[in-house]
């Protein structure tokens, strides 16, 4: 992995922790019973976490790793940039 790919992984990674601590993700897992959609949006992101995480723990620089922090990221960002502004 190079320099770019790991700051890529950074900014993602990033993204990931500062939605996790919104008010909005907070208020997501208490909804997630009432509302269907976000139900599943959550579980496509806890899924993708999970996977990422696994191939983290096989080497903090596998490829997969790699893309399942940057899909996560573009998840995120695609569910949620219109009330968390990420790059304040």
Same mark, same amino acid.
């Given at each position: 992995?190079? !320099?770019?790919?790991?700051?890529?992984? &950074?900014?993602? =990674?990033?993204i990931i922790?500062? #939605?996790?601590?919104?008010? =909005? +993700?907070?208020?997501?897992?208490? $909804?997630?019973?009432?509302?269907s959609v976000?139900?599943?949006? @959550?579980?496509?992101?806890?899924?993708?976490?999970?996977? #990422?995480? &696994?191939? #983290?723990?096989?080497?903090? !620089?596998?490829?997969?790793?790699? +893309?399942?922090? =940057?899909? @996560?990221?573009?998840?995120? =960002?695609? $569910?949620?940039?219109?009330?968390?502004?990420? #790059?304040?």
């Amino acid at each position: 992995m190079n !320099t770019e790919n790991i700051n890529e992984m &950074f900014n993602a =990674l990033q993204i990931i922790s500062k #939605f996790t601590d919104t008010e =909005l +993700y907070a208020d997501m897992v208490k $909804g997630r019973e009432e509302c269907s959609v976000i139900d599943k949006w @959550l579980a496509d992101v806890e899924m993708r976490h999970s996977s #990422f995480s &696994f191939f #983290f723990d096989i080497s903090p !620089t596998h490829p997969r790793a790699y +893309y399942e922090a =940057l899909y @996560l990221s573009e998840i995120i =960002l695609k $569910g949620t940039s219109d009330k968390i502004n990420y #790059f304040e």
